[in-house]
């Protein structure tokens, strides 16, 4: 159980401006879950490049099996049997699963054809192991987030990975989808498969991690056994810092005009006769599972779809047929989920996508001000602490919580009085996550309406001055924040108490 | 420094175009000659005129196929209908009425891809194919000429020694990359170009902008058709076929993606400038013209890969 199969020492990377890795060792044992915690932009995904071939280091060894390696490309990884699963999934959703188990690597017939009867045979045996319910002839676009993962997982072992890598695997699933990962996780430490695990979920790491290695800005800060750290320690070593824990919200700054008031809306099966309010000032949280229809409440009152029926009032004015436009115009402004695919133009510079949604409010006449433009950027970089040399590069090259803090920036230049977030901080780190928790709660001083869909419960209780739950497209219940726990909310949420 | 970085693919892509008049400087002494030299870029002209209209559709992830059938029918309607005296009423009524219906063309086009939602390369297609199929009826097999010595003056002429057609070239471009870089519209269709999605959440009328790119890119070929129907002094609904193909050459050489969101109006002058070179190259060192079709296919592969190799070592 503790004979070292892969050790790290002294990498270094260095990226222009920036020393990625300085210095890094770490080791992994056979069997192990070796948790790596640090915030983004602390060198986690560099390191894991570097495991898997996809970055060579500047200089520092990998030993496997106390043999030098060095991966020339991530197929040389793949080989040397370290395979990862990364965040976003590398599946064809056309394909089935069983195709894309074996992607590339079909067995084949003696004629040269594809063994159909083989593959299904293979992959079925693997998901078996991996004790999942899926067809093996499915394709990939009709699973779940969840099975999407399982099914890369089930691609990782079918190439007999010895290291497997995980870049925070639970971060979209629900409660009981991590119980099964943990199983699955747990069957293959037995079978001496090791894994490298990185996560910003504090609670878990202890349920799921061996050992825990801490990465802050490129360095390693420490490695502790997971059963007997305390979680603050981890929090510090993570920050370098003591986070507060109370209620960040301490007064109700709500006012009396409304910033949303939505009356009877319904929309086929996802919605039904939904009433709800948000008062300028007011946080307002929408909890509940993922698929109660939170996202599809938000993207109705933002006229991404069309509602069947019932009334959406936005600061004031009835919004009957609402577009973007329209509903930006009333001053909302709409943090999608997925920053991405709805947020951000990944390719242009962090000045241009912060006026993207104010271009008729902020250059009325049709004409860019290229100065106006770039003292409204920095501005807000500065506002909202940023992190970037320069707002010309591409936010591309920003780090998560940089990237959503260039979404928030985009909604404030445009002076929204109502805003939508939506999973403000999934994927981001602690201390992005705290920064932004404050900004929401500022905002909503000044008196801005803020309606946030969270899965985060914590969250929730920490921020919300009321709360609505949903469960199956309705909304079962209001509750104000005092004296509510998370389990209240999870009771309502799942259905455990009538609504 | 942080500039160089920036626009590393940008000049990586100067760079060959240099080192490709360098070449052709020490190699043939007539190549430096400033009549041949105005040559380049009066023959180039067009192209880049083309290309800067298509490099817009391009950039809101699209492309543009009906540029060639554009020049042909809007140069048939000018003969055979706009023009039918020979006063400068005549003419400027006659340009105008050309710029309608290169900007109706246009707005098929958009109205195709945006709302009916049919993909770029196919729907263009369709409008190109309409378009040259009405210049054939129209023309009933006619060619029209002689036209006025005013109207021959606009692609034909020279203002201070320079060809018009440089000049109107050089206007088109400073506009369109006025456009891109200093207007609203400029930044709708980067946005609409590099994510969709989000301009769309971000309340850019998407398939407004989209409309925009196509009907520009239609008004733009009809004027570089009313600028090369003008040279040749003749309309015939053959002309143009191949206008298409080597504008989006010289865009995409000039480095605009076929994603979209990425790339600049500069990008495509050297483009074009690459694309004429090669051709004015060969010529200048008497390469039998029946290689210099298969050789200009191998010349624009090694490019786009020099540029390519170039700008991918900044990461």
């Known amino acids: 159980m503790s004979d070292t199969i892969l050790e790290v020492r002294n990498i270094c990377k260095e990226f222009p401006g920036v020393k990625a890795l300085d210095n890094v060792s770490f080791d992994l044992r056979r069997g192990e879950v070796h948790v790596l915690l640090g915030e983004n932009g602390a060198g986690k995904s560099t390191l894991m490049k570097v495991l898997t071939g996809v970055y060579h280091p500047d200089s ?82 009709t699973l779940g987030i969840a099975h999407q993962q399982l099914v890369e997982l089930a691609k990782a072992l079918s190439i007999d990975s010895e290291i497997l890598i995980m870049d925070e695997p639970t971060a979209t699933l629900s409660d009981r989808e991590i119980n099964t990962l943990f199983d699955t996780i747990r069957s293959l430490q037995e079978r001496g498969v090791s894994i490298i695990y990185i996560s910003h979920r504090l609670q878990e790491l ?33 920050v370098g810092r003591e986070l507060k824990k109370e209620r960040i919200r301490s007064v109700n700054t709500s006012r009396e005009e409304y910033a949303l008031e939505v009356e ?4 086929g099966k996802l ?38 029926s019932g009334s959406v009032r936005i600061c004031g004015r009835d919004i009957p047929r609402p577009l973007p436009t329209r509903c930006i115009r009333q001053k909302m402004g709409f943090m999608s989920e997925s920053r991405k695919e709805f947020g951000l133009a990944l390719n242009l510079p962090i000045r241009t996508n912060i006026t993207h949604a104010g271009l008729k409010t902020i250059f009325p006449s049709g004409i860019v001000d ?62 992005a996550k705290e920064e932004i928790h404050n900004m929401i709660h500022d905002l909503a001083t000044q008196g801005v309406g803020i309606l946030m869909i969270s899965s985060d419960l914590p969250e929730v209780l920490t921020l919300a001055d009321r709360i609505y739950v949903m469960r199956e497209g309705r909304i079962v219940k209001e509750l104000g924040y005092e004296g509510i726990t998370q389990e209240e909310v999870i009771a309502y949420a799942t259905g455990g108490v009538a609504g | 420094m942080q500039w160089i970085k920036k626009h590393l693919a940008t000049l990586s892509r100067l760079s060959i175009l240099l ?29 880049l005129m083309v290309a800067t209209g298509i490099a817009l559709c391009m950039l809101v992830g699209g492309i543009d196929l009906s540029v060639g059938a554009t020049i042909a029918l809007t ?45 770029p390369f196919l729907a263009t297609y369709g409008i190109q194919q309409i378009a040259r199929g009405l210049a054939y009826v129209l023309t009933n097999g006619l060619v029209y000429s002689n036209f006025t010595s005013t109207f021959q003056f606009i692609g034909g002429g020279r203002i201070l020694g320079i060809h018009t057609p440089i000049i109107f070239a050089a206007l088109l471009l400073l506009i369109v990359g006025l456009m891109l870089n200093k207007t609203t519209l400029g930044r709708r269709i980067y946005a609409v170009g590099s994510n969709r999605e989000a301009a769309r959440y971000s309340g850019i009328n998407v398939n407004a902008t989209l409309m925009m790119a196509y009907i520009l890119s239609g008004i733009i070929a009809g004027f570089a058709g009313i600028v090369y129907t003008s040279r040749l002094n003749c309309a015939e609904p053959t002309i143009g076929s191949e206008f298409a193909q080597e504008a989006i050459a010289a865009a995409a050489i000039g480095g605009i993606s076929f994603k979209g969101g990425h790339g600049n109006v500069f990008g495509v002058v050297v483009g074009a400038l690459i694309l004429t070179l090669i051709t004015n190259g060969m010529t200048l060192l008497s390469i039998d013209s029946n290689w210099q079709v298969g050789a200009t296919g191998v010349i624009i592969i090694l490019a786009v890969l020099i540029d390519r190799n170039t700008a991918k070592k900044k990461h």
């Not at chain 1, 506002?383 to 090259?397: G, Q």
């Not at chain 1, 940089?402 to 805003?419: G, P, R």
């Not at chain 2, 400087?25 to 040559?39: A, Q, W």
Request: charged share 20%; proline share 3%; glycine share 10%.
């Open chain 1, 370 to 431: 290229l100065r106006k433009e770039r003292r409204i950027a920095k501005e807000f970089r500065d506002k909202l602490r940023i992190v970037t040399p320069d707002v010309e590069r591409n936010v591309i090259n920003l780090s998560g919580g940089n990237q959503q803090k260039v979404v928030l920036a985009k909604w404030l230049s445009t002076d929204s009085e109502f805003l939508v977030f939506d999973e403000p901080t999934r994927g981001i780190d602690v201390g």
């Open chain 1, 60 to 141: 520092g060894e990998i030993y496997l099996h106390g043999k030098q390696m060095t991966f020339q490309t991530p197929r040389d990884a793949q080989k040397a049997g370290i395979a990862i699963i990364f965040q976003e999934f590398n599946l064809a959703p056309n394909l089935t699963v069983a195709q894309n188990i074996y992607l590339g690597r079909e067995p084949c017939t003696r004629a040269g054809f594809i063994d159909r009867a083989k593959l299904l045979q293979d992959s079925q045996r693997i998901l078996d192991f991996l004790k999942v319910d899926i067809d093996p002839n499915a394709k990939v676009e």
């Open chain 2, 19 to 47: 080192v490709m008049f360098l070449l052709l400087v020490i190699v043939s002494p007539s190549f430096g000659t400033m009549t041949n030299i105005l040559n380049v870029l009066r023959v180039s002209s067009l192209t």
């Open chain 1, 264 to 267: 009877n809306l319904s929309q």
């Open chain 1, 206 to 238: 202890r349920v799921i991690g061996n050992r825990i290695t801490v990465l802050r800005d490129g360095q390693s800060v420490g490695t502790r056994n997971a059963g007997d750290v305390a979680m603050d320690d981890l929090i510090r070593m993570m």
């Open chain 2, 75 to 119: 140069s048939i309607l000018f003969g055979s209908r706009f023009q039918l005296g020979h006063g400068i009423g005549d003419m400027v009524f006659g340009i105008a009425g050309i710029l309608v219906v290169s900007a109706l063309i246009g707005a098929c086009n958009g109205f195709c891809v945006a709302w009916l939602r049919i993909p």
């Open chain 1, 271 to 308: 919605l039904r006769d939904i009433s709800i309010y948000v008062r300028k000032g007011e946080v307002v949280c929408l909890a509940g599972l993922v698929g109660s229809g939170r996202t599809e409440l938000a993207q109705a009152i933002y006229g991404i779809t069309r509602r069947d």
